[in-house]
C-alpha cells in the first residue's frame, strides 16, 4: 500500500505524513483507503489506477479541485484529513460510509463540503471550518454533540446540520450576514433561542422537530422564515 512505501515522507515531530510532500495521486489513494469497495470510485479492482481515471473528480493542472461521489453505495470510511491541498468542493452523500469528521484538516480553500445521507458519527467542531466556506451540509448522519455557530467563516450562505442528534442550546446571536440558510431541524437542541440578530439576508431557519421551548422574540420581516414546528417554542413580533 501507499503508506508502506513513503516512510521517508515521515514528520518526525508529527508522527504522521508529511502532507506537503505527498502528490495529490497519492493522497486520494489514502484518502480512500478505509474504503472498502474501491472499484466504485477507481473504476477498477485496484486503486492504484490514475486518477485521472477515477469517476467524478474534477483536476486542473495535476490538481484535484472537485470530487464527486453521489449515490455510488461507498462502503467503509473516508479519511477526510488527506483531502489534497487545493480542493474546492467536496459533494461525497448518499452512500454509507462511517466514521469521525475532523473539520479542522479541511484544505485552507474549501468554498463547499456536502457530505450528507451517510453514517457518520462523533462530534463536530464547527469554529474549525475554513474561512472561504460557503456551502455546508452534514444532514442525515448520526452526529452528536453540541455546536457554536459564534465562529462560523464569514462567506458561509448555507449550514445544513439537520436529521442528526445534536444537542444543547444554540446561540444565533452573532451568525454571519452572508448566511441565508440554517436548518437545525431534527435534533434534540434545547432551551430558549435568542432570535433577535438573525442576518437581514436570512431566508430560512428551521427549528422544528426539536426541544426548544419558551417565548422568542423576532423581527417582523424575518417572522414567517423561522420554522419552530413541533417545539415548544413561542415565536413573538418585535414591536
Known amino acids: 500500500m501507499t503508506t508502506c512505501i513513503l516512510l521517508d515522507t515521515v514528520d518526525s515531530l508529527l508522527g504522521r505524513l508529511n502532507y506537503t510532500a505527498l502528490s495529490d495521486q497519492t493522497l486520494m489513494e489514502m484518502l480512500i483507503d478505509g474504503i472498502e469497495n474501491k472499484q466504485k470510485v477507481t473504476g477498477h479492482p485496484s486503486d492504484s489506477k490514475d486518477i485521472g481515471e477515477w469517476i467524478g473528480l474534477t483536476i486542473v493542472e495535476e490538481n484535484v479541485t472537485v470530487i464527486f461521489w453521489n449515490r455510488l453505495d461507498l462502503e467503509g470510511s473516508l ?5 489534497p491541498p487545493k480542493l474546492r468542493n ?3 452523500i448518499r452512500n454509507n460510509l462511517t ?3 475532523d473539520l479542522s484538516t479541511l484544505p485552507s480553500g474549501t468554498e463547499e463540503l456536502y457530505l450528507h445521507q451517510n453514517e457518520f458519527r462523533g462530534s463536530v467542531d464547527l469554529r474549525t471550518l475554513p474561512s472561504g466556506l460557503m456551502e455546508f451540509c452534514l444532514s442525515h ?3 452528536h454533540g ?3 455557530l459564534t465562529h462560523l467563516p ?12 445534536f444537542s444543547g442550546s444554540v446561540d444565533l ?3 454571519p450576514t452572508s448566511l441565508m440558510w440554517l436548518l437545525l431541524q431534527n435534533n434534540a437542541f434545547s432551551g430558549n433561542v435568542d432570535l433577535r440578530h438573525l442576518p437581514d439576508c436570512i431566508c430560512m431557519l428551521n427549528l422544528s422537530m426539536n426541544q426548544f421551548s419558551g417565548d422568542s422574540t423576532i423581527p417582523a420581516a424575518a417572522f414567517d422564515l423561522v420554522n419552530v414546528a413541533n417545539t415548544q417554542l413561542v415565536k413573538q413580533t418585535i414591536e
Open 79 to 83: 479519511n477526510l484529513e488527506w483531502f
Open 90 to 92: 467536496v459533494c461525497v
Open 99 to 101: 466514521g469521525t469528521i
Open 141 to 143: 448522519n448520526a452526529l
Open 146 to 148: 453540541s455546536i457554536d
Open 154 to 165: 464569514g462567506s458561509i450562505t448555507e449550514v445544513d446540520v439537520s436529521a442528526n442528534q
Open 173 to 175: 446571536t452573532s451568525l
